[in-house]
């Protein structure tokens, strides 16, 4: 998909007692986490465990409540953070795609290059059209979102996200609004973009994924993460029961 990059113990990015609160509604609770570069991480768990919640924090679309987020070991919660320029480097996949509906592919995929990295036209174009390629939506540069099926979509969403030549991409349940048949292309592109060394922080329902493309997978309930380890670790040899429980609902 691009050049590769090796995994190392740089920590990309810190969750520290990291804590969110709706009102009186705690949706995460003393949320610690470190993802090294090249790591793909998926987290799992039920509906309403704060899986998106953290990663929606992660890239300050929520603002936590408590505790920090440090990327590469400096606080992005800092009065003085650039927002933009640190969305560039940790970009999201949306659930929903968020593409915008009155551009073509193309144009989608060349706006925040030149409006927020300043690239010109003609390098974001060229920018764009490497990595509509690699996710096989080359022949699409003219078609409007409307035009597409739901994972064409997602396949332009991860191209934009790739256009901005990101360290970390978060993907927010990248498949739950797709029908059944278009799930596998777009974890197709997934799997293949993992195998580059791209760091990824992936909620998701798709067990199968977690389990063959994860260095590793987080179980998270009530707000809390209940279970960190190893695919292997995680659905062999779970240890919370609460971890069992839910893998025994789900497998």
């Keep these: 998909m691009s050049e590769t990059v090796e995994k190392t113990n740089e920590r990309m990015i810190s969750l520290c007692h990291l804590a969110k609160k709706f009102g009186e509604n705690e949706v995460l609770r003393d949320i610690n986490l470190e993802v090294h570069r090249g790591e793909v991480v998926s987290v799992i768990g039920s509906s309403g465990s704060g899986k998106s919640t953290m990663l929606r924090c992660i890239n300050l679309l929520e603002r936590p409540t408590e505790g920090d987020i440090l990327y590469h070991g400096d606080s992005i919660l800092a009065p003085n953070t650039n927002l933009s320029a640190y969305r560039t480097k940790v970009t999201m996949v949306f659930q929903q795609f968020n593409l915008y509906n009155n551009m073509s592919v193309l144009k989608n995929c060349v706006i925040a290059q030149t409006k927020v990295l300043k690239r010109t036209k003609e390098e974001a174009t060229k920018i764009a059209m490497e990595y509509l390629t690699k996710v096989g939506m080359d022949a699409y540069i003219n078609a409007r979102p409307a035009q597409l099926s739901g994972g064409q979509k997602q396949r332009v969403a991860i191209a934009r996200a790739l256009s901005m030549h990101p360290e970390v991409i978060l993907f927010d349940e990248p498949t739950s609004a797709l029908d059944p048949e278009m799930v596998g292309e777009v974890l197709d592109v997934m799997k293949s973009l993992a195998q580059t060394g791209l760091t990824m922080i992936v909620v998701t329902h798709e067990m199968a994924f977690a389990r063959e493309v994860s260095d590793r997978v987080l179980f998270m309930d009530g707000g809390y993460i209940v279970e960190d380890g190893t695919p292997e670790e995680i659905f062999r040899n779970p ?13």
């Design 239 to 251: 240890k919370m029961k609460r971890t069992k429980e839910f893998l025994s609902r789900v497998l």
